[in-house]
Nanobody, 118 residues
Framework: VQLQASGGGLVQAGGSLRLSCTSSGSIVGIGGMNWYRQAPGKKRELVAS???????SYADSGKGRFTISRDNAKNTVYLQMDNLKPEDTAVYYC?????????????WGQGTQVTVSS
């Protein structure tokens, strides 16, 4: 099982980016999916979550600006980030509960860099 994240880049403050994370491999099902981020010198923090049924939750830092969504047919989770701020600069990681023939466990993507210039 692999999670492949993409969509990061350099953007000016106020701009937008859309991150994607696609799961592949011997997947029977996917549970909750999440986006985390880690800024230099800081701990990794949860940004947004989406359940199997589509219920969402957000850290206060992203409420009103970030939108998490999923396409179950494509095994993909998205993070739409609008009105980006310099403090959003971080490496963004996707995380998902993957159910395979070996059971269920959480997997991490490789991270995608988001840099917001002022």
């Amino acid at each position: 099982v692999q999670l492949q994240a993409s969509g990061g880049g350099l953007v000016q403050a106020g701009g937008s980016l859309r991150l994607s994370c696609t799961s592949s491999g011997s997947i029977v099902g996917i549970g909750g999916m999440n986006w985390y981020r880690q800024a230099p010198g800081k701990k990794r923090e949860l940004v947004a979550s989406i359940s199997t049924g589509g219920s969402t939750s957000y850290a206060d830092s992203g409420k009103g600006r970030f939108t998490i969504s999923r396409d179950n047919a494509k095994n993909t989770v998205y993070l739409q980030m609008d009105n980006l701020k310099p403090e959003d600069t971080a490496v963004y990681y996707c995380n998902a509960e993957i159910i395979s023939n070996n059971g269920a466990r959480h997997y991490w993507g490789q991270g995608t860099q988001v840099t917001v210039s002022s």
